[in-house]
Every structure is written in C-alpha cells, then in structure tokens.
C-alpha cells in the first residue's frame, strides 16, 4: 500500500467561474468571461456560466458533500468582478459576504480553505483598458488582493495569487481560445510577465499569510533525438515552465526562452525592480498537471499557443487518451516533480489540480483509475525525496469546461444540469476511501 504522512492534505478544486452562476447577481459586474461566452462561435454549443453548477445559491449543499467525502481542504477561486465591478475602486460588500459565509461553511465543517485569489475572470472594465498586456492590471490585481486578504485573513491561512497564468497570458492573447479571444503573440508576453508582477505585488499585499502560485507545468519530450525535435522540447518547455519558474524561483527569465522570443518581442516591459518582486520568497508551488507533451520540430509554421516556436507539433505518445484527447502518463507527473525538486530551490510542492475527463456519468472506472496511478505518482515522488505535501483532484463538480462548455466532465461528483442535482461518481468513492485510509 502507498501511504502518505498524516499531514498530507487531500482535497479537491473548483473555480468561480465554472461552478457558480449567479453572473448577474448581488452586485457583480461582468467579466471577459462573460463577455467571450457571449461572442457567437467562442464556446461549443453556445455555452455560458450563467448558471453553471448554480453553486453559489447551493455551496452549503456542495460542502456537506465535501464533508462527506472527508476532504481537509477545498480549493476555489474569488470572483474578482464579485468583489470589484469595475475592476478597480468601489468594493462591493456582498461579493465578499458570499466567500465570508463560504469559508464559515468550511470551517464548521472542519475543511481548510484554498482560496485562490485569480483564475481568469478578469473584471471586463480592465480588459477594456488593455487587460493584461498592460503593466497597470498587475497593480490592480494587488489592490484586489489586499481587499479579499483583509476580509477573510482572519479565517484562511493559504492563499494561491493566480491559477495557471500560462493559460490567462497565452490562451487569452495568443490563441484567443480563452476570453478575452485576443490573437497578438507580443501582448500575450507581456500579459505573462504582468501576471509574474500581480502575482509578486499580491503577495507583497497579503502580509502573515502562507501564499504560494498555481502553475500549469508538463513534462516535455523530444520525439527522437534528431537536433530539431531536442530544440522543440527545449523550447516548448521554456514557454510551458521555465517562463514561469525560473522568475519565481530563480529571480530571472531564462536566456534561451528570451532569445527564442526575440522575433516575437522584446523584454523593454520588464522594468527595473520587477524581477525581485516576482521572487520574492514563495511559501508553496502548486502544480497543476493533466497530460504530457511529445514535440517534433521543424514543421511546417501553424498557429500556436507557443508564440514564436510556430514550427513545432505535439506528436502522438500512442498512449491511451481521455475524452477530452489529452493523453494519459502519470509517470509524466513523477518526472515533473522529481525535475522541479532537482532544477529548482526547495520549496514545499502541492498537487494543486489533477483529473480527467471521462465521458462516464457515474461509473466512472477510466477516472478512478487516471487519479490511482496519479497519486502512486506521487507516493513515488514523496518516496524519492520530493516535498510534496498535498494533492486537489480537479475536480469536485462537473462544470464549464471554459471552450468546451458543459461537453467535458472532471467532476467527482456528477452534475445534471438541468436539476442541478448532484451524484457521487465511482470516484468520488474511491477517493473518499483514499483519503480515509491515508493512502491507495
Ligand atoms: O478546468 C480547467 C481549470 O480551470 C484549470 N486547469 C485545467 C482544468 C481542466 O482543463
């Protein structure tokens, strides 16, 4: 059997914008979230979170679930626009009465809260004024961050600034897959870095509290050992990793992802003084980890959210897939855990998301057994000497799978959406029987 220490955090993750709904409600104002599921084509089948897993009407619900599934902690993002209309300025109370009665719920419950402070509903009024390509989002976000800090530091001792700023820079500017559907490669650079730079003001502005940053990191393999396909995973692992852990955690960009950007844009955005912001000392890294990539290069140029690396093409693995084709390697999740304890600084190491979709309604026996060979995973890791002290499976609730709309399923527990009703899947089971027994 592999079992983790009695402290091990076992918990599960949502987002505001997948589960809650209530868009319109107590004050909120709208997001480019809002705005890009509205925008005819951007989201299948024409999906929006307006009422999404109505949890913000049902959360007490959702907690008891929690609860019963012995979760010691749950992870869940701030609605910025919740809390902020516009985006700056004026607070808006109910916002934050919302998360109040949300952790109070967790408490009594005995669950630890893991706010997130950012995970991608960005107030529209911000977008509007250039988002986060502008340099001036990043001191809005810590403003944001002060305000959501002092209301609730007194009940949350963990708090994550950003969740998976690769998404928000590059998904949001460069591919215009995600809101706000922006296509411009050097505003989606300079949206990374400010992202780097909310994340170290916002830390800055959460004084006495344990905060720590959410990356999505893969581990990357060359498809052979031919000179094109090692440079292809050399650059794809600096736009996917090392863009964002050397600044964190080495107190500066990586030379050769610089020079590889260099077509793309220059770094005259990086003024003096951000860096050291960036690093200031982190007290934990999460790592978000689904799938892992097998890259050639030398391909023809195609659109990519790799901005200005647009020769290079993931390969197939020949591994089986979920239903959403990403392809399944837990072993992918060891070598990434083992690297970043060897590449960078030690650093306290949570499994901050974790999951599948699988397109199993409530026997779900391929999700069970993608979250077992995970967390053997991460015994291996653990066993090998990597400071890994908790694991979110991702996540608790079906829910709006951004462009996939409500077609992709990670939840553990099964969402009918039009009752609202709540199912435990196979592996919402399994999972409680892990966490009761202290490991598989
Ligand atoms: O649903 C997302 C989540 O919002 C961020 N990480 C990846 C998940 C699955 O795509």
């Known amino acids: 059997m592999s079992t983790f220490e009695p402290g091990f955090r076992w918990g599960a ?4 914008y997948q589960i809650e709904g ?49 979760l010691g902690a749950y992870r869940f993002s701030i609605a910025w626009p919740r809390i902020q209309p516009a985006g700056s300025g004026a607070v808006e109370q109910r916002g934050l009465d919302f998360y109040r009665r949300l952790v109070d719920t967790l408490l009594e419950q005995g669950i630890e809260p893991w706010p997130t ?34 209301a609730l530091a007194d009940r949350v001792t963990h708090w994550t600034t950003l969740n998976e700023p690769w998404c928000s ?68 692992d600096g736009l996917q990793n090392r863009l964002f852990l050397d600044p964190v955690l080495l107190g500066d960009y990586p030379a050769d992802v610089q020079a590889d950007l260099a077509g793309v844009t220059s770094f005259e955005h990086v003024l ?41 093409e993931q390969v197939d693995g020949g591994r089986p897939r979920t239903s959403i084709g990403w392809e399944i390697d837990a072993l ?21 998301e974790n999951g599948a979709a699988f397109d199993e309604p409530v026997h779900d026996r391929a999700r069970v057994a993608y979250l077992d060979g995970h967390l053997r995973a991460c015994a291996a890791a653990i066993a090998q000497g990597v400071p890994l002290e ?18 992709q399923r990670f939840g553990l527990v099964h969402v009918d959406y039009e009752t609202q009703e709540r199912t435990l899947k196979d592996s919402a089971r399994w999972y409680a029987g892990v966490i009761a027994r202290g490991g598989l």
């Open 13 to 16: 993750a949502t987002s505001s």
């Open 22 to 70: 209530a868009t319109a409600e107590d004050g909120r104002g709208p997001s480019i979230w809002d705005t890009f599921a509205a925008t005819p084509g951007a989201i299948d089948n024409g999906d929006t979170g307006e009422v999404a897993a109505d949890h913000y009407h049902r959360y007490r619900d959702d907690v008891t679930l929690m609860k019963d599934l012995g």
């Open 117 to 150: 402070v950012y995970h991608w509903d960005l107030p529209q009024p911000l977008e509007d004024a250039g988002g986060w390509p502008e340099r001036d989002t990043a001191q809005r976000f810590a403003d944001y961050a002060a305000i959501v800090h002092g």
């Open 169 to 236: 820079a590059f998904l949001g500017y460069a591919t215009g897959r995600h809101a706000p559907g922006r296509r411009e490669p050097a505003a989606a650079v300079r949206a990374a870095h400010h992202l780097l730079l909310a994340h170290g003001l916002a830390a800055e502005a959460m004084p006495g509290s344990t905060v720590g940053l959410t990356l999505n990191l893969t581990d990357v393999s060359p498809a052979s050992r031919a000179e094109p396909d090692l440079d292809a995973a050399r650059r794809i």
């Open 272 to 312: 003096p003084g951000d860096l050291k912001t960036i690093s200031a000392p982190l007290d934990f890294l999460g790592v978000n980890y689904y799938s892992p990539m097998l890259v050639a290069g030398g391909g023809a140029p195609r659109p990519s959210a790799y901005v200005g690396s647009d020769r290079i």
């Open 332 to 352: 992918g999740l060891l070598s990434l855990l083992t690297r970043l304890n060897r590449d960078y600084p030690a650093i306290p190491l949570y499994v901050t």
């Open 390 to 407: 908790g694991y979110f499976a991702w996540s608790l609730l079906d829910n709006f799978e951004w462009s996939y709309g409500y077609a």
